[in-house]
C-alpha cells in the first residue's frame, strides 16, 4: 500500500529545454501528418515562432531527466506494477521548441478500490515557461495492482 | 487553419475520424525514445513477463497522441482548451486505433464559444481503448 502520507507531497521540479529534435522524432514516432509539427516552414507559415509541442508533449517533458521513474521510487511502488489510469491536460499557452519549461507535481490524492487490489495515485504538474508564464496543468492517475 | 464556426457546428456532429496504422513492436520502440517514457513493460518482453503481462503493450499515451492528431486536425492547437483521457483497457501489439470525436455540447464561457468533444480510441474489433473529452474554442 502506497503510504497515504505522501498526499500532499512535492517532488522535485524539473527543468527541460524543449528540443527541436525531439519534436521531430516524436512527429515521426506517432506518425504526425500535420507538417506543422516538424517542418519549421510549415510552423513559421502557420503563425509559429518555432516548432510547437504537440497538445500531450508536456507528459513527455516530465519524463525528461536522468531518472524519469524517481517519484516511484520515492513512494516505494514496483514500476512493473504500474499503470496509467487517466490524463488531463488544461491549456493556458504554447509550448514551443527553445522555451525551457519547468514541471512541478504535486501529489493530491491516493485511494484504493477493491479492498486495496487496486490503488490510484493522482499528481496535478504545472507547466511553466522561461518566462513564469503557466502553460498548462497535467492531471495524471496512476493505478498500481497490488 | 481557420476555426470551425460556433453556428456550423452541432450537437451530435461527428469530427473526420483518423484511422492509424497497426501498432508494432517497432512503433512502441520509438514511441519509447521519442516519449521519454523508458519503462521497459512496453519494449522488453522479459520485464514484461516478470511483471505478469503476457507481452509488451502500447504505452496509454500514445493513443492519446494519436487523439490528439485527431483534434488538431479539426481545429488548431491555440484552440484547445482541456484534453483528458481514461485509459480503460490495455492497448495491444498489431490493434490498428480509429479516433473519434463527438460534440455533445456547445457553450459560452468566459464569453468565448466552445464545444465539449466526447472522445474515443477504439481498436479493430470496436473495442474502447481509451474514452476521454475535450474542449475547444470555436468561431464566432
Same mark, same amino acid.
Given at each position: 500500500m502506497i503510504d497515504r502520507k505522501f498526499i500532499g507531497h512535492r517532488f522535485a521540479p524539473s527543468s527541460v529545454e524543449v528540443e527541436k529534435g525531439q519534436l521531430k522524432f516524436f512527429a515521426l514516432a506517432t506518425g504526425t501528418? &500535420? =507538417?506543422v509539427y516538424f517542418d519549421e516552414a510549415a510552423a513559421r507559415q502557420a503563425g509559429h515562432p518555432a516548432l510547437p509541442a504537440p497538445p500531450t508533449f508536456a507528459f513527455s517533458l516530465g519524463l525528461?531527466?536522468? &531518472?524519469?521513474f524517481d517519484w516511484i521510487k520515492e513512494l516505494d511502488i514496483d514500476l512493473g506494477r504500474v499503470l496509467h489510469g487517466e490524463q488531463k491536460f488544461e491549456y493556458f499557452g504554447q509550448i514551443y521548441a527553445g522555451d525551457v519549461i519547468t514541471l512541478q507535481a504535486e501529489v493530491v490524492d491516493i485511494y484504493d478500490k477493491k479492498n486495496g487490489a487496486l490503488e490510484f495515485l493522482v499528481q496535478r504538474t504545472t507547466v511553466t515557461n522561461q518566462r513564469q508564464e503557466l502553460v498548462g496543468v497535467m492531471t495524471s492517475s496512476t493505478v498500481v495492482r497490488n | 487553419m481557420n476555426l470551425p464556426n460556433f453556428d456550423s457546428v452541432q450537437v451530435g456532429d461527428m469530427l473526420p475520424p483518423l484511422q492509424k496504422p497497426p501498432i508494432t513492436r517497432h512503433t512502441l520502440a520509438l514511441f519509447c525514445g521519442a516519449s521519454n &517514457?523508458?519503462? =521497459?513493460?512496453? *519494449? &522488453?518482453i522479459d520485464f514484461a513477463r516478470a511483471a505478469g503481462m503476457p507481452d509488451v503493450f502500447a504505452h496509454g499515451m500514445l493513443s492519446m497522441a494519436y487523439l490528439g492528431q485527431l483534434l488538431t486536425h479539426w *481545429? =488548431?492547437?491555440?484552440?484547445?482548451?482541456s484534453f483528458a483521457v481514461r485509459f480503460s483497457s490495455i492497448t495491444q501489439l498489431k490493434d490498428s486505433i480509429t479516433c473519434q470525436g463527438r460534440i455533445t455540447e456547445k457553450f459560452v464561457d468566459n464569453g468565448e464559444h466552445r464545444a465539449r468533444i466526447e472522445l474515443k480510441a477504439v481498436n479493430q474489433d470496436n473495442d474502447v481503448k481509451l474514452i476521454g473529452e475535450a474542449v475547444v474554442a470555436l468561431g464566432h
Amino acid at each position: 500500500m502506497i503510504d497515504r502520507k505522501f498526499i500532499g507531497h512535492r517532488f522535485a521540479p524539473s527543468s527541460v529545454e524543449v528540443e527541436k529534435g525531439q519534436l521531430k522524432f516524436f512527429a515521426l514516432a506517432t506518425g504526425t501528418t &500535420d =507538417p506543422v509539427y516538424f517542418d519549421e516552414a510549415a510552423a513559421r507559415q502557420a503563425g509559429h515562432p518555432a516548432l510547437p509541442a504537440p497538445p500531450t508533449f508536456a507528459f513527455s517533458l516530465g519524463l525528461a531527466k536522468p &531518472d524519469p521513474f524517481d517519484w516511484i521510487k520515492e513512494l516505494d511502488i514496483d514500476l512493473g506494477r504500474v499503470l496509467h489510469g487517466e490524463q488531463k491536460f488544461e491549456y493556458f499557452g504554447q509550448i514551443y521548441a527553445g522555451d525551457v519549461i519547468t514541471l512541478q507535481a504535486e501529489v493530491v490524492d491516493i485511494y484504493d478500490k477493491k479492498n486495496g487490489a487496486l490503488e490510484f495515485l493522482v499528481q496535478r504538474t504545472t507547466v511553466t515557461n522561461q518566462r513564469q508564464e503557466l502553460v498548462g496543468v497535467m492531471t495524471s492517475s496512476t493505478v498500481v495492482r497490488n | 487553419m481557420n476555426l470551425p464556426n460556433f453556428d456550423s457546428v452541432q450537437v451530435g456532429d461527428m469530427l473526420p475520424p483518423l484511422q492509424k496504422p497497426p501498432i508494432t513492436r517497432h512503433t512502441l520502440a520509438l514511441f519509447c525514445g521519442a516519449s521519454n &517514457d523508458h519503462n =521497459p513493460i512496453h *519494449v &522488453d518482453i522479459d520485464f514484461a513477463r516478470a511483471a505478469g503481462m503476457p507481452d509488451v503493450f502500447a504505452h496509454g499515451m500514445l493513443s492519446m497522441a494519436y487523439l490528439g492528431q485527431l483534434l488538431t486536425h479539426w *481545429v =488548431p492547437q491555440s484552440a484547445l482548451r482541456s484534453f483528458a483521457v481514461r485509459f480503460s483497457s490495455i492497448t495491444q501489439l498489431k490493434d490498428s486505433i480509429t479516433c473519434q470525436g463527438r460534440i455533445t455540447e456547445k457553450f459560452v464561457d468566459n464569453g468565448e464559444h466552445r464545444a465539449r468533444i466526447e472522445l474515443k480510441a477504439v481498436n479493430q474489433d470496436n473495442d474502447v481503448k481509451l474514452i476521454g473529452e475535450a474542449v475547444v474554442a470555436l468561431g464566432h
